[in-house]
């Protein structure tokens, strides 16, 4: 059974950098598009940025603005995402999510699996 474990969320400062990372097990990770999500409170989930199986491409969302930087480790099972310069209305829980055959997909209907979310919380 895939689980997709975040990590590094928490409470920080508007424009500082800060590191997301996802940890994969109990499948193949590199047969995974990988993507990552958010949801701020009252809103829709949105994609921010996701990237191929073997990192060879990335695809990030028009309308997120960052930037941001998604990359992943085949040998360590890891995705991360940075965010360069935190803004307020970054504060969302941020999702990792794993894919099997599927394009660099911004859909999140196409993804099968999820972690359960890290918090962030942008404050000025």
């Known amino acids: 059974q895939v689980q997709l474990v975040e990590s590094g969320g928490g409470l920080a400062l508007a424009g500082s950098p800060l590191t997301l990372s996802c940890t994969f097990s109990?499948?193949?990770?590199?047969?995974?598009?990988m993507g990552w999500f958010r949801q701020a409170p009252g809103k829709e989930r949105e994609f921010i940025a996701s990237?191929?199986?073997?990192?060879?491409?990335?695809k990030y969302s028009y309308s997120v603005k960052g930037p941001f930087t998604i990359s992943r480790d085949n040998t360590k099972n890891t995705v991360t995402l940075q965010i360069h310069s935190l803004k307020r209305e970054d504060t969302a829980v941020y999702y990792c999510?794993?894919?099997?055959?599927?394009?660099?997909?911004?859909?999140?209907?196409?993804?099968?699996?999820w972690g359960q979310g890290t918090q962030v919380t942008v404050s000025s």
């Open positions: 999510a794993a894919g099997r055959w599927i394009p660099l997909s911004a859909t999140s209907s196409q993804y099968e699996y």
């Open positions: 990237i191929s199986e073997f990192g060879t491409n990335t």
């Open positions: 109990g499948g193949t990770f590199d047969r995974n598009v």
